[in-house]
């Protein structure tokens, strides 16, 4: 099903996100905590990332698992880092490819 995310900021680290499946629409906040923004930029080879395309890669990472309203309105990003070995490594290759 095709999904639309569009993200916009709210306060420092911090996003609003909202998720069009089909005709369900969900909202979350998400937070980038800026040590993991830099974590992740360090692992992209520095890469001059903003904010929005992490959480945005971020979310798209989520979605491929789950549908949007399986997701919990407010996501941590540092939370989901340290719950799923397999995000920063994807997250990498994600933003690596569209570089």
Known sequence: MSQHVDIRPMASHEFAATVEEGQTVTHHRVVLPPDLAEEVRLRADQLAIPDYRIVSESLDFLLADHPNTALPHDIDLARLSSQ????????HDRLVAMA
Do not use: I, K, V
């Open 84 to 91: 799923n070995e397999r995000y920063l490594a994807e997250l």
